[in-house]
T-cell receptor, first 112, second 111 residues
């Protein structure tokens, strides 16, 4: 998607290993978000950021941490991956207010 | 507890007909509601926003209504086409945090 990229697109990792997903934007938007999408649950908010070094927890934040040291990058880290974290992860950006979100193409993570 | 529900998981209609998707919510007082389209293997794409003081919003073949008394939004696609087949998500804002999404309704338009 224009202005936002996620990496990697696919990843298989073993239980107990740390994993970092990256979201990069070129739009200079203030707000960035991490969601996970699972069958039967839809999109659920993990963490979000409202500025450099300003982050807050979402609905399903346990087992995840985030960092935002630059406007353009928002990192999601699974400190010790578990099978329940197998999911598709989406990053989104927004100018704030009632503007729509722009989503990345997603990262499919499999924890074995 | 707070809930946002899209009543139908799947909706099948014939080409040319109007598709109507429903989004209901409880225990929220959103200032606005948004609708997104998601194709398989892709991220959601923003379609329309409607504010709490707006009853209806239109964009080409799309129409959204918002009834804050009923706590419901309806999303209409008129003259539907097979290319409209996708999953449609409603989302509402929760003050001080991010959008909360419904689970989506998968629309299939047959020719």
């Amino acid at each position: 998607d224009a202005g936002i990229t996620q990496s990697p697109r696919h990843k298989v990792t073993e239980t107990g290993t740390p994993v970092t997903l990256r979201c990069h934007q070129t739009e200079n938007h203030r707000y960035m978000y991490w969601y996970r999408q699972d069958p039967g649950h839809g999109l659920r908010l993990i963490h979000y950021s409202y500025g450099v070094k300003d982050t807050d927890k979402g609905e399903v934040s346990d087992g995840y941490s985030v960092s935002r040291s630059k406007t353009e990058d928002f990192l999601l880290t699974l400190e010790s991956a578990t099978s329940s974290q197998t999911s598709v992860y989406f990053c989104a950006i927004s100018e704030g207010g009632d503007y729509g979100y722009t989503f990345g193409s997603g990262t499919r993570l499999t924890v074995v | 507890s707070q809930k946002i529900e899209q009543n139908s998981e799947a909706l099948n209609i014939q080409e040319g007909k109007t598709a109507t998707l429903t989004c209901n919510y409880t225990n929220y007082s959103p200032a606005y509601l948004q609708w997104y389209r998601q194709d398989p293997g892709r991220g959601p794409v923003f379609l329309l926003l409607i504010r709490e003081n707006e009853k209806e919003k239109r964009k080409e073949r799309l129409k959204v209504t918002f009834d804050t008394t009923l706590k419901q939004s309806l999303f209409h696609i008129t003259a539907s086409q097979p290319a409209d087949s996708a999953t449609y998500l409603c989302a509402l804002n929760q003050a001080g945090t991010a959008l909360i999404f419904g689970k989506g309704t998968t629309l299939s338009v047959s020719s």
